[in-house]
């Protein structure tokens, strides 16, 4: 009895002492370097043969849509990232995954820089988080199916899963649509999926761009948690994903 109570005692000492580690893990003062292929960590390795050819004018209306935005509670909510998941520690939100919440911290930086560039950007937030209704006018995929159609470039944002369990960074282009060279430029910065990714998912299936930042794990991960570090490391993606976007219209 005493020998069960001792390895319960060990057993609790253990589990405060890693959940101590992990607090202090993701929240320590880091020193935030912009280096951003450091940060976003390994691209895609898939084999990927396309190239973005097709011009793009400069004025070409931008949508940025959140992912996992209008999923949350069904199978597709997005990612909890390695520190919940992995470590333990609270979600950023407790009603929404922890990959939507840094996706919608992302989608508003983009937009904000992009007008600054001069881009002609948007964004769109179903702001209902779960819809499951294919038919429904109001989630990301309907709203940016629409949007493409009319000859406006969508584009979804994601963190990819942690571990083993993701991929990497890295754009995965419209499934019936030639690449255009926003697209090749994208790729160029944070790598590049096969058009038939998966098969074929759903958003590059009604012309909707897919882009993986990077693993949510890591130093990514550390720096989006970090309230020093947070601000930095949002607006250091945002204006990478920016650049692209310049890039591909000049």
């Given at each position: 009895m005493r020998n069960k109570v001792l390895d319960t005692l060990k057993l609790i000492v253990f589990l405060i002492a890693f959940y101590a580690f992990t607090q202090h893990y993701y929240t320590r003062n880091f020193y935030f370097k912009e280096d951003f292929e450091l940060i976003i960590g390994e691209a895609s390795n898939l084999p990927?043969?396309?190239?973005?050819?097709?011009?793009?004018d400069k004025n070409i209306p931008i949508l940025i849509l959140a992912g996992h935005a209008d999923s949350q509670g069904l199978a597709g909510a997005g990612t909890p990232g390695e520190a919940v998941d992995k470590f333990g520690l609270n979600p950023m939100h407790p009603e929404i995954s922890d990959e939507l919440f840094w996706n919608l911290k992302l989608q508003e930086s983009i937009v904000k820089i992009g007008k600054k560039k001069g881009l002609n950007i948007r964004s769109y937030d179903?702001?209902?988080?779960?819809i499951n209704d294919a038919n429904d006018p109001k989630p990301n995929w309907s709203v940016g199916k629409r949007f493409a159609k009319s000859g406006g470039y969508a584009i979804e944002i994601h963190f990819d899963a942690y571990g083993v369990y993701g991929v990497g960074s890295g754009l995965i282009p419209p499934f019936s649509e030639t690449p255009n060279k926003i697209d090749e430029s994208i790729a160029r910065t944070f790598g590049r999926f096969p058009v038939s990714f998966r098969g074929g998912l759903g958003a590059p299936r009604r012309q909707i761009r897919v882009l993986e930042i990077?693993?949510?794990?890591?130093?990514?991960?550390?720096?989006?948690?970090?309230?020093?570090?947070?601000q930095k490391t949002i607006k250091l993606l945002a204006t990478e994903i920016v650049q692209a976007f310049l890039n591909g219209i000049i």
């Amino acid at each position: 009895m005493r020998n069960k109570v001792l390895d319960t005692l060990k057993l609790i000492v253990f589990l405060i002492a890693f959940y101590a580690f992990t607090q202090h893990y993701y929240t320590r003062n880091f020193y935030f370097k912009e280096d951003f292929e450091l940060i976003i960590g390994e691209a895609s390795n898939l084999p990927a043969t396309w190239v973005g050819i097709k011009d793009v004018d400069k004025n070409i209306p931008i949508l940025i849509l959140a992912g996992h935005a209008d999923s949350q509670g069904l199978a597709g909510a997005g990612t909890p990232g390695e520190a919940v998941d992995k470590f333990g520690l609270n979600p950023m939100h407790p009603e929404i995954s922890d990959e939507l919440f840094w996706n919608l911290k992302l989608q508003e930086s983009i937009v904000k820089i992009g007008k600054k560039k001069g881009l002609n950007i948007r964004s769109y937030d179903p702001e209902i988080r779960n819809i499951n209704d294919a038919n429904d006018p109001k989630p990301n995929w309907s709203v940016g199916k629409r949007f493409a159609k009319s000859g406006g470039y969508a584009i979804e944002i994601h963190f990819d899963a942690y571990g083993v369990y993701g991929v990497g960074s890295g754009l995965i282009p419209p499934f019936s649509e030639t690449p255009n060279k926003i697209d090749e430029s994208i790729a160029r910065t944070f790598g590049r999926f096969p058009v038939s990714f998966r098969g074929g998912l759903g958003a590059p299936r009604r012309q909707i761009r897919v882009l993986e930042i990077g693993k949510l794990e890591g130093l990514l991960e550390q720096n989006l948690r970090n309230l020093k570090t947070r601000q930095k490391t949002i607006k250091l993606l945002a204006t990478e994903i920016v650049q692209a976007f310049l890039n591909g219209i000049i």
